[in-house]
């Protein structure tokens, strides 16, 4: 199973939507079309603040990862943030998840990011395991934190 990384674009926006749509179901996220398609937008036409992109064939992906940018004087500079990560459970425990992270890594080292950080429930024993696995680690004495505007 290929784990390739395409960049989405516009014309992505349809297949894209299946997997968001898919993912969200399955972790009973609750949106609807036109939310997940203003939030997919800005960044399918190369919005600063994150990328997305598709996994597998580009025609045919079994999966896709969002990254978000912001800023951590913590960390020294630029950091990113995995916002969703998802894989099509037919090809879920074959190794993808962690060469993908692996690769994006990776990259955006080559690129200047000082960290990369996300958030995982803390009962969803395979995803920690994957995140273990990538180096990823909790970071004693803090919580994330939301508050919606």
């Avoid at 989405?8 to 926006?13: C, E, M, S, V």
């Avoid at 399918?44 to 064939?57: C, M, N, T, V």
């Amino acid at each position: 199973m290929s784990a390739a990384l395409h960049l989405a674009k516009t014309d992505d926006l349809e297949r894209l939507m299946g997997l968001v749509s898919a993912f969200h179901a399955e972790t009973d996220f609750e949106s609807t079309p036109e939310h997940r398609e203003a939030a997919l937008q800005p960044l399918l036409e190369g919005s600063p603040h994150g990328a997305i992109y598709l996994i597998g064939p580009a025609r045919a992906p079994i999966g896709y990862i969002v990254i978000t940018f912001g800023w951590s004087v913590e960390f020294g500079g630029l950091d990113g943030f995995i916002d969703e990560i998802y894989i099509r459970s037919g090809v879920r425990g074959r190794g993808v998840g962690a060469e993908v992270i692996t690769s994006l890594v990776a990259m955006l080292k080559s690129v200047g990011i000082k960290a990369l950080h996300l958030e995982v429930e803390p009962e969803n024993e395979r995803a920690l395991r994957l995140y273990k696995r990538c180096h990823f680690k909790p970071r004693t004495g803090y919580q994330m934190m939301s508050r919606i505007l």
